[in-house]
């Protein structure tokens, strides 16, 4: 019972947290947005934010395979998603610049859309097929000129911790890239705050940054042969850690 109170407490303080944090980051973004041609400043900014959420969430976080990227280079990042902690975990602590690939919807809300802007992410049209694959190009050249991006290859959170099946479209955009693709495990943040619940538990988590993937040698016609090979390198690595946990 005590233990129930102590985490509504905790719930209650990090959210006022996140809200008072999120506003007061947000403006400076939305500032900043308009002197920064890269968008490296804003994205700083919202690495600061996330790790305070990290810090208040009392989160203890192990990042393992860092060595593995070359900062000259330009990635797709492909986490599994297991709960709404995942983006302040990749935000704050994937030490690369990157840019997320988000639901052109997002970008209409208010304030939160235009420091989404401000840091330089890159907009989705899913409301139809022709403006989905339009968006998919403009990333696409987006990316060869450097810029890298993440994209959660589930398309939502799971529920029960298990990996989803992945949705298409990153992967068009991979081969459209042809820049490798960086599978990312991410375990623990289920055990924080689950798809479906709103109370925050600290727990340990882990985030394992496997080997990139080269993709220069697949095209949209066998993009779905390079989804099913991400895939399986995923599963494979969450399997085992789960059986080593």
């Not at 973004?29 to 400043?41: A, E, K, L, M, Q």
């Not at 959420?53 to 060595?67: F, M, P, Q």
């Not at 080269?214 to 991400?230: P, Q």
Request: some cysteine; hydrophobic content about 45%; aromatic content about 8%.
């Amino acid at each position: 019972m005590l233990k129930s109170i102590g985490y509504r407490i905790q719930t209650l303080i990090i959210v006022l947290w996140v809200v008072v944090m999120t506003g007061g980051v947000a403006t400076i973004v939305i500032i900043c947005s308009f002197f920064s041609r890269t968008g490296n400043g804003p994205h700083l900014l919202a690495r600061f934010w996330a790790n305070s959420i990290l810090w208040v969430a009392r989160a203890k976080i192990t990042v393992s395979g860092i060595e593995k990227l070359d900062p000259e280079r330009s990635y797709i990042y492909m986490p599994n998603h297991q709960s709404n902690a995942d983006i302040p975990l990749l935000l704050g602590r994937l030490p690369v610049q990157f840019r997320w690939l988000a639901k052109a919807e997002l970008f209409k809300i208010p304030v939160f859309g235009r420091a989404m802007r401000g840091v330089g992410y890159i907009s989705i049209d899913r409301s139809n097929r022709k403006s989905a694959f339009e968006s998919l190009e403009r990333a696409a050249r987006t990316i060869r000129n450097g810029t890298s991006v993440l994209i959660f290859p589930e398309g939502t959170r799971s529920r029960d911790g298990h990996i989803l099946p992945f949705k298409k479209g990153g992967f068009v955009l991979s081969v459209d890239s042809g820049v490798p693709i960086v599978p990312i495990i991410i375990r623990g943040t289920r055990d924080i705050i689950p798809k479906g619940h709103f109370m925050i538990r600290p727990a340990p988590i882990t985030m394992q940054i496997l080997d990139p993937v080269e993709t220069s040698g697949y095209t949209r016609k066998t993009k779905d042969a390079l989804l099913e090979h991400i895939r399986s390198i995923l599963i494979d690595n969450f399997e085992n850690e789960k059986r080593e946990v």
